[in-house]
Every structure is written in C-alpha cells, then in structure tokens.
C-alpha cells in the first residue's frame, strides 16, 4: 500500500544521524531531541545505538570520533571498539 499522509506517521527524529553525533552533550542532546522518542533512549542509549550504527555503515572517517567516544564515555568503550572493528574488517576485505 501507498505510504500515509497521515502527518501522525510522520518521522519525528531529526535526521540525519552522523557520527559527529557522538559527540553530543546532554545539553545538546536535550535540545536536538526534547520533542522526539529519541529522548526515552536517553543519550546513553543513543550513543550506544549510534556506535553500533556507525561500525555497519561507517568508515575509516567515522574511527577518530568512535575513539574519542570510547575515551570520554566508558561505559560505551565495548560498543566503540566493536564498531571500530567492523569498519577495519570491511576496509580489509575491499
């Protein structure tokens, strides 16, 4: 079926997500956010899901703010790694 136009449908999360993304403040995330189902993420959440994100999609471009995510937040150090391992996995294997 054809997409709605029901304006309830459409998409509320500010795109696009980039990788710079990472480095969001509270105060940042709070105001990009405030108004979206992003926010009940919270941006713990959200980094975590952005570094997961940018390991499938990113580049070796993507690796500096993954490391310096990885520094910054501990608690996302294993979800930065393992991205920054899928990333040197793809460029290997081109």
Known sequence: G???ADP???LLIPLPLRTSD????QQEFRSRFHRTPVKRAKRAGF????CVVTGNTGDETDIPSLEEISQQEPFLGEHAHWAIERIHERSNAQ
Do not use: G, H, K
Request: zero cysteines; charged letters at 20%.
């Open 47 to 50: 980094l975590r899901n952005l």
């Open 8 to 10: 309830a449908f459409e």
């Open 22 to 25: 990472l480095r969001l403040t």
């Open 2 to 4: 054809a997409p709605s």
